[in-house]
Every structure is written in C-alpha cells, then in structure tokens.
C-alpha cells in the first residue's frame, strides 16, 4: 500500500460539472506533483509544487486548478473538462529538489477519471 | 517531449528467467530511475542511480547506466509472476537545478512473466 492517498479513487464527471481530487501525505515531503496518464501510455507531469508554492506548471488548460492548502494536502479543481481529459490522476510527493536529495518519486494509487 | 525510450515494449517470459529492458535518453541527466507500475495502480519507485555510478543492485533487480551511450538497463533476474507489471526509467535532466521536479519518463516495457 501506498503512503501517499489519493480521493476519489473513481470519479464521473459531465463536461459541465466542477469537481476536485484530493491527496494527502504524511512523510514530511516538502515537493508534490500532479500527473496525467492515458492508457498504455507514461505518465505526463501537470504542475509540482514545492514548499506550498506552485514552482511548475507545464502548459496545462485553465479548466485544472491546483491548490496545496498545506504541507500535507494536494488538491486538482476541475472545470468544464473534455471527454479527452479522461485519464488516470496521479499524485506523487518526494523530497524539494536539491543536488543533495536526487530524491525519488512516491504515487498514491490514482483516480480514475471519466468524463462524459 | 519524452526523454527516455524503453525498449522492447513489450517482453514475455517463463517464471524463473531474467527480464533485461533498455532505456536510452536524450540529455545530460542528474539521475536515471526505474518505476514499476501494476495495471491500474500507481508507480512504484524500484532504483535510483546517480548520473557518477555504473551500477547498482537491489534484491533481485541490477540497474546499469552508460551516460557515454546515454543508456541504461535493468535486469531483473530470477524472475516471478508477481513481477509482472509496466516498468518505466525515468530521467532527471541536468538542465534543471537538480532533485526530481522535473521528472521525465519514458514509454515503459509491460512484461508478463508466465508461471
């Protein structure tokens, strides 16, 4: 099992529907990462924050929103999403980045999101 | 763009025999990570290796890295059914101040280790 937590772990959602994913972790990483995986494909990095500040955004549409209300909990808002947005949610923590960290990557189990 | 290319794609097995992927990227790295992915679940970090190693073991797992050949591979000797998985590298770019923010992985190799 997974120590980082990812909610819902299924998740349905109408194109205009607003609803938001949840992760939580409890190993003091100051680092946590969203990510986007389709099938039988890598997963995408989306947006990483490091010690509560948005330091990454890679080019993703204003309809996902990231919050991290703290040290702990990573939230992803989503608004008037697409049918091709439909995709394995993964969250991940590690270490801020560093030379003395090389610090790799721990996931939570993903939410699985369709959108129709 | 992705930075690392795994090959084969795709690897079947008998339980018992070892699995070897490649990986080959495209810059200079800080450091080059193997992740295991059961369907439908989230990656599992396996083995990091510094960009300054060559080699490095853990259990049943050998990783290898040729920054000279911008290549890297994992071995997994001995192999179970319960190895069956994806398995991606993934590499951490020098152009970026170091650690793993900017995380990139490759297209991944799903073995199946029959028993």
């Known amino acids: 099992d997974t120590e980082v937590t990812q909610t819902p772990k299924h998740l349905v959602m109408g194109m205009t529907n607003k609803k938001s994913l949840k992760c939580e972790q409890h190993?003091?990483?100051?680092?946590m990462y969203w990510y986007k995986q389709k099938a039988k494909k890598p997963p995408e990095l989306m947006f990483v924050?490091?010690?509560?500040?948005?330091?990454i955004n890679e080019s993703v549409p204003s309809r996902f929103s990231p919050e991290c209300p703290n040290s702990s909990l990573l939230n992803l808002h989503l608004h008037a999403l697409q049918p091709e947005d439909s995709a394995l949610y993964l969250c991940?923590?590690?270490?801020?980045?560093?030379?003395?960290?090389?610090?790799?990557?721990?996931f939570g189990n993903g939410t699985r999101l369709t959108v129709t | 763009s992705q930075q690392g290319e795994e090959d084969p794609q795709a690897l079947s097995i008998q339980e018992g025999e070892n699995a070897t992927m490649n990986c080959s990227y495209k810059?200079?790295?800080?450091?080059l990570q193997w992740y295991r992915q059961n369907s439908g679940r989230g990656l599992v970090h396996l083995i990091l290796?510094?960009?300054?190693?060559r080699e490095k073991h853990s259990g049943r797992l050998r990783v290898t890295l040729d920054t000279s050949k911008k290549s890297s591979s994992l071995l997994i000797t001995a192999s179970r059914a319960a190895d069956t998985a994806s398995y991606f590298c993934?590499?951490?770019?020098?152009?970026?101040?170091?650690?793993?923010?900017?995380?990139?992985f490759g297209k991944g190799t799903k073995l199946t280790v029959n028993p």
């Open positions: 290796i510094r960009s300054n190693e």
């Open positions: 991940a923590s590690s270490h801020p980045n560093g030379p003395e960290y090389n610090s790799p990557l721990h």
């Open positions: 810059t200079s790295i800080n450091n």
């Open positions: 924050y490091s010690y509560e500040k948005l330091s």
């Open positions: 190993m003091g990483h100051r680092a």
């Open positions: 993934a590499t951490d770019p020098m152009l970026t101040q170091g650690g793993s923010e900017k995380l990139v």
